[in-house]
């Protein structure tokens, strides 16, 4: 991607209909370090790859964030937008506990998330979030998994994988999205082996290389 006379800023438009400065950020998402998510009727199982500059002397970015009780997600791009926008999701729980007294619905929280990505667009004074989400979660209704973009799309899925080299999680999510069950740690079995078609060879995943956390019913 090189830059062009349409990219200044976020209001310009190209003679193509395209928004630069929108297609960078969705660009940051797919080089930031993957995140896969899946779900059964009553679990949501989120992984992320830990990624640092330097093994021995860095620590890794944290990739997974806990909103609530019932609610966590998973980011893949600049870590610093997924820490004020995880920021952003608590106070909305808060906010929805203390005039509801129930648990925000997992919907209404990815709708309201997709809804603040989007308004980043509109203006010029900013620039887009370069952060995409999966938000796990599991209510009344159910365990749900979302997928929002910088542009403010929310994709509803069974199965994803966002980040670097995440289409091998997606074709193996493909294949084997029928012989999933609806045990938590079956389905973490499955996320492991999607996040380590991401890394491109034999690495061994660990607890030093990546993050796991489960969602559900009972939990």
Request: with cysteine; charged share 20%.
């Amino acid at each position: 991607m090189f830059r062009n006379q349409y990219d200044t800023d976020i209001t310009t438009w190209s003679p193509q209909g395209r928004l630069h400065q929108v297609e960078y950020a969705m660009e940051a998402v797919q080089q930031g370090s993957a995140a896969v998510g899946l779900k059964s009727k009553d679990f949501v199982v989120l992984a992320t790859l830990k990624r640092a500059p330097h093994a021995e002397l860095s620590s890794y970015q944290k990739k997974l964030f806990k909103i609530d009780d019932h609610i966590g997600i998973a980011i893949a791009g600049l870590a610093a937008d997924g820490r004020v926008l995880s920021k952003y999701m608590r106070n909305e729980c808060m906010s929805h506990q203390y005039v509801f007294e129930t648990p925000v619905p997992v919907q209404r929280l990815a709708s309201k998330i997709a809804d603040k990505s989007q308004k980043s667009t509109q203006s010029s004074s900013g620039r887009p979030f370069g952060v995409g989400l999966l938000v796990g979660g599991y209510d009344e209704t159910g365990a749900h998994l979302y997928q929002t973009c910088p542009s403010g799309n929310l994709y509803s899925y069974k199965a994803i994988a966002i980040g670097a080299r995440s289409q091998s999680a997606k074709t193996y999510f493909e294949k084997h999205y029928d012989t999933f069950t609806n045990d938590w740690k079956d389905l973490i079995v499955h996320a492991l082996k999607a996040l380590k078609g991401t890394t491109g060879d034999n690495v061994e995943l660990t607890t030093k290389n990546c993050s796991v956390a489960v969602v559900g019913k009972d939990l």
